[in-house]
């Protein structure tokens, strides 16, 4: 059989409820040159029959059926049964628009350096609380590279069930892996470390369920600490690893002590501008005003702050004074 140009990984655990419509939003797509390839991770629901049946009636369509062994051995095993150029994510419960394999794919086109492709998202299902309706905001404000890059340490800029990546990057990359924080945000880091680029189509093309079963709510890899300990890895294998230019945290309040207790190496100082916190000591680390800062070039900062417009006030400050982003600071969260 002729490969396919796109490969559609599907992991798949007892999904009964969402996966039928999962399913068709890939049969329905105005692109038809691709393949589902659905991994089964031991359901003991209808999940594999409902699978089935689809296989029968899609000769595009495989099935493979595993034990139970969890979201990343189910996408290693779909990657590596991958025949097309491309690999792109779906999950069981989310819901592609009929566009989105043609628009990514669209995009590799006519994308130089292309490493990984995302997409804009609306969430549906359980009504958005504040907190995630700014978050859907956030994300889909982020479709350049740049832009991109500059908040990869604030939060993973990609969602999962949008990936696009050519497969022979996946494999350069080592693929997922199950290391103890998201395998996803992981894969991601990995692709920037190796000069790889992002970009997402301008359109929204995928319906991201909100619910509160989610993996993502219940698995310890995806708990805050696990991200934090991700991008300290990354961090030091990247900004950090400078060890002649001092490393300063700027930011003591809620976010910022949460990082200040974590540090393996802590930093020479923290930044704040509250008044009171200046001249004591945080977790061991001296607070000092902003304008001790050393001249850029000198330093690394990591701003670790959360106040509403917090970043763009900084950014208004070190901006005009030569520090420049990812070069001389970085925002974290």
């Not at 880091?189 to 359109?203: C, D, S, V």
Request: with cysteine; hydrophobic share 40%.
């Amino acid at each position: 059989m002729r490969a396919p140009r796109i490969s559609v990984i599907l992991p798949v655990f007892n999904a009964e409820q969402t996966l039928d419509a999962a399913v068709e939003s890939i049969v329905t797509q105005s692109m038809e040159d691709w393949e589902l390839i659905a991994v089964d991770d031991g359901s003991t629901d209808a999940s594999l029959s409902i699978l089935r049946a689809y296989e029968t009636r899609d000769a595009r369509i495989r099935v493979i059926a595993s034990a139970h062994g969890g979201i990343v051995a189910a996408l290693q095993r779909g990657c590596a049964e991958a025949r097309g150029d491309l690999l792109a994510r779906m999950d069981a419960d989310d819901i592609s628009l009929p566009a989105r394999l043609s628009a990514q794919a669209d995009l590799f086109d006519h994308t130089p350096g292309l490493a990984l492709c995302g997409a804009r998202i609306q969430t549906h299902g359980s009504a958005p609380g504040m907190g995630r309706r700014r978050y859907d905001v956030w994300i889909n404000s982020l479709v350049r590279h740049e832009d991109i890059a500059r908040e990869l340490f604030v939060e993973c800029p990609l969602p999962h069930p949008t990936f696009m990546m050519p497969r022979c990057v996946y494999e350069r990359l080592g693929g997922y892996r199950d290391v103890g924080w998201p395998e996803d945000y992981d894969l991601v880091l990995r692709a920037w470390q190796a000069g790889g680029r992002f970009a997402k189509p301008e359109a929204v093309l995928l319906h991201w369920r909100e619910r509160p079963g989610r993996l993502s709510m219940n698995d310890p890899r995806y708990a805050p600490e696990a991200f934090r300990r991700l991008k300290r890895h990354v961090l030091f294998q990247t900004c950090l690893q400078d060890e002649r230019r001092a490393f300063i945290q700027w930011g003591a309040g809620e976010v910022g002590k949460r990082w200040l207790r974590e540090w393996p190496v802590p930093p020479v100082a923290v930044v704040d501008i509250h008044p009171r916190k200046i001249g004591r000591s945080i977790h061991g680390v001296k607070v000092i005003v902003r304008e001790a800062l050393p001249p850029p070039g000198s330093c690394f900062i990591l701003v670790a702050v959360g106040a509403r417009g917090a970043r763009d006030e900084i950014r208004e400050y070190l901006e005009p004074r030569g520090y420049r982003e990812m070069e001389d600071y970085l925002f974290i969260a």
